[in-house]
T-cell receptor, first 114, second 117 residues
Framework: DTEVTQTPKHLVMGMTNKKSLKCEQH?????MYWYKQKAKKPPELMFV???????INESVPSRFSPECPNSSLLNLHLHALQPEDSALYLC?????????????FGPGTRLTVL | AQSVAQPEDQVNVAEGNPLTVKCTYS??????LFWYVQYPNRGLQFLLK??????LVKGSYGFEAEFNKSQTSFHLKKPSALVSDSALYFC???????????????FGTGTQLKVEL
């Protein structure tokens, strides 16, 4: 299995809702990432997990809460989001967090906040 | 600090012609360089990387890139473009001398490649 899967593909939520994004990989990778991407822009790093521990938080607002229950799973819990949080949310993984390792991206979750 | 520039927002090329998507970088030491492609409504797909060694790197789908240290460039090339190559291309850099954990890539702003019949 050489892919990163993300669910759901699309999500529409109100500003008072609580929802979660899920990411899964079965490549034995030990580093996992969340990115936010606006249309026609490069991805912006949000969080990095290395060996199931949070290693980077790019000063992301607390309404985004990541979780890494095990080495194959990565969640992003969403609460009280703002319309400007609407974007494509990409999950990625790499063999380890070493800097020479390429990242493998999932197809993304298209999030719309009303 | 590390940065990468993609000077062209869009590149148009006829099918069958060679294509070049430009990328220049700025890092303190020797860079780690990556190219990714993104098709509409999809995630990024890894094409190739330069870490060390041979300056000409071959990647997926017939793409290659040449690392040029003196010009601080890492241009993506393909000898014969296909309509199906039309997509958004991102160059990314990582400075291995930067301290701190994780694998934070700095992405360029992206170049939209349009291949026409």
């Amino acid at each position: 299995d050489t892919e990163v899967t993300q669910t759901p593909k699309h999500l529409v939520m109100g500003m008072t809702n609580k929802k979660s994004l899920k990411c899964e990989q079965h490549m034995g990778h030990r580093a996992m990432y969340w990115y936010k991407q606006k249309a026609k822009k490069p991805p912006e790093l949000m969080f990095v997990y290395s060996y199931e521990k949070l290693s980077i938080n790019e000063s992301v607002p607390s309404r985004f809460s990541p979780e890494c229950p095990n080495s194959s799973l990565l969640n992003l819990h969403l609460h009280a989001l703002q319309p400007e949080d609407s974007a494509l949310y990409l999950c990625a993984s790499s063999l380890t967090a070493e800097r020479y390792n390429e990242q493998f991206f999932g197809p993304g979750t298209r999030l719309t906040v009303l | 600090a590390q940065s990468v520039a993609q000077p062209e927002d869009q590149v148009n090329v006829a099918e069958g012609n060679p294509l070049t998507v430009k990328c220049t970088y700025s890092v303190s030491g020797n860079p780690y360089l990556f190219w990714y492609v993104q098709y509409p409504n999809r995630g990024l797909q890894f094409l190739l990387k330069y870490i060390t060694g041979d300056n000409l790197v071959k990647g997926s789908y017939g793409f290659e890139a040449e690392f040029n240290k003196s010009q601080t460039s890492f241009h993506l090339k393909k000898p014969s473009a296909l309509v199906s190559d039309s997509a958004l291309y991102f160059c990314a850099v990582r400075d291995p001398t930067l301290t701190g954990g994780g694998n934070k890539l700095t992405f360029g702003t992206g170049t939209q490649l349009k291949v026409e019949l």
